[in-house]
């Protein structure tokens, strides 16, 4: 998985590059003010780099080198990673279909909800296509297309409430991405760290509420300056359509405790769902000749997008 983010953010890049759209290629950190969350941030450091990942531990002076928005009494250090870039998903979204119908020819059928789908075959309301291959990117729809095979696949749904500030100062910057130290219990990846083990427990005892609503505190800027802040994390096939305040409020008094931002005025909010597996990222399924389902079954699916993408094709020989 790891390698597969790697070659997705190399074609994200070059997306981008040729697109003209806006992306600030930062890095990140992983910011500890416990003990605790420093045994993993540097654990991690050790382990991780045996695996290919490409990351260090600073300590408080170096991590303050990195960025001035986080709080400086009590900052042990920081796992800093140089990899990660930031875009606006609502910006490249909405731009990337003009780009790929100007450059590469690209045709998008809007407002055409897919009916029905056989061998090399599909059908909306207004048309009945023909394709070399029909790939199924579902995301957390699981009732319009093979139903039946869907429900044997033990997914379910994850609703995440995401908070985004009013513009900061032109004068000023949050840096590398920022996570904290509730982060390192949310991610797989930091499992391999014996030392996760008191972090957990240690949550657990303290504030149980973020256990309770699956909380951990990341913030990151777009090119408006605007400062998004996430997340939360409710599992269950009924979304509730309904945000709870009490759950934002419990990320922006976490966040106001260690993120130091001009304005923490929050402008919108609003929620996303995705598709959950127990165990898998990514489902794969073969529901006929022709018709690849492929879905990311957990919360990296912008991430994984164009590396799934290549890899799917290649799998069906439509690339080298």
């Given at each position: 998985?790891?390698?597969?983010?790697?070659?997705?953010?190399?074609?994200?890049?070059?997306?981008?590059?040729?697109?003209?759209?806006?992306?600030?290629?930062?890095?990140?950190?992983?910011?500890?003010?416990?003990?605790?969350?420093?045994?993993?941030?540097?654990?991690?450091?050790?382990?991780?780099?045996?695996?290919?990942?490409?990351?260090?531990?600073?300590?408080?002076?170096?991590?303050?080198?990195?960025?001035?928005?986080?709080?400086?009494?009590?900052?042990?250090?920081?796992?800093?990673?140089?990899?990660?870039?930031?875009?606006?998903p609502?910006?490249?979204?909405?731009?990337?279909?003009?780009?790929?119908?100007?450059?590469?020819?690209?045709?998008?059928h809007?407002?055409?909800?897919?009916?029905?789908?056989?061998?090399?075959?599909?059908?909306?309301?207004?048309?009945?296509?023909?394709?070399?291959?029909?790939?199924?990117?579902?995301?957390?729809?699981?009732?319009?297309?093979?139903?039946?095979?869907?429900?044997?696949?033990?997914?379910?749904?994850?609703?995440?409430?995401?908070?985004?500030?009013?513009?900061?100062?032109?004068?000023?910057?949050?840096?590398?991405?920022?996570?904290?130290?509730?982060?390192?219990?949310?991610?797989?990846?930091?499992?391999?760290?014996?030392?996760?083990a008191?972090?957990?427990?240690?949550?657990?005892?303290?504030?149980?509420?973020?256990?309770?609503?699956?909380?951990?505190?990341?913030?990151?800027?777009?090119?408006?300056?605007?400062?998004?802040?996430?997340?939360?994390?409710?599992?269950?096939?009924?979304?509730?359509?309904?945000?709870?305040?009490?759950?934002?409020?419990?990320?922006?008094?976490?966040?106001?405790?260690?993120?130091?931002?001009?304005?923490?005025?929050?402008?919108?909010?609003w929620?996303?769902v995705?598709a959950?597996?127990?165990?898998?990222?990514?489902?794969?399924?073969?529901?006929?000749?022709?018709?690849?389902?492929?879905?990311?079954?957990?919360?990296?699916?912008?991430?994984?997008?164009?590396?799934?993408?290549?890899?799917?094709?290649?799998?069906?020989?439509?690339?080298?």
């Amino acid at each position: 998985m790891h390698r597969q983010a790697l070659r997705s953010r190399e074609i994200w890049l070059e997306l981008l590059s040729e697109a003209g759209l806006p992306y600030l290629a930062v890095g990140s950190l992983h910011v500890a003010y416990r003990e605790d969350e420093a045994a993993v941030g540097r654990e991690f450091a050790e382990r991780g780099s045996a695996l290919g990942y490409e990351c260090e531990w600073l300590d408080a002076r170096r991590t303050l080198e990195r960025t001035s928005a986080v709080r400086r009494e009590g900052l042990i250090g920081a796992l800093w990673s140089a990899t990660e870039i930031t875009v606006d998903p609502r910006l490249v979204i909405s731009r990337i279909p003009a780009f790929l119908t100007e450059r590469y020819g690209v045709t998008f059928h809007f407002n055409s909800p897919v009916k029905e789908v056989d061998a090399y075959l599909l059908r909306t309301n207004s048309c009945r296509c023909r394709a070399d291959m029909v790939v199924v990117a579902n995301g957390d729809d699981f009732q319009t297309l093979y139903p039946e095979l869907f429900q044997k696949q033990g997914l379910t749904r994850c609703k995440l409430q995401m908070l985004r500030t009013v513009e900061q100062p032109e004068h000023w910057a949050l840096g590398p991405s920022l996570a904290f130290g509730l982060t390192f219990r949310h991610y797989p990846t930091f499992s391999i760290c014996d030392s996760l083990a008191a972090l957990k427990a240690r949550v657990a005892r303290e504030t149980p509420e973020f256990d309770r609503w699956g909380i951990h505190v990341m913030a990151s800027e777009n090119s408006s300056r605007q400062i998004t802040l996430g997340d939360s994390h409710e599992y269950g096939l009924e979304v509730d359509i309904f945000d709870k305040a009490h759950v934002n409020d419990l990320i922006l008094r976490y966040a106001r405790e260690y993120l130091r931002v001009p304005d923490l005025t929050i402008a919108e909010s609003w929620h996303g769902v995705y598709a959950k597996h127990p165990d898998k990222q990514v489902l794969r399924l073969m529901p006929a000749e022709g018709v690849r389902v492929v879905t990311v079954t957990s919360g990296i699916g912008m991430t994984l997008s164009f590396g799934l993408a290549e890899e799917t094709y290649r799998e069906v020989g439509l690339i080298q």
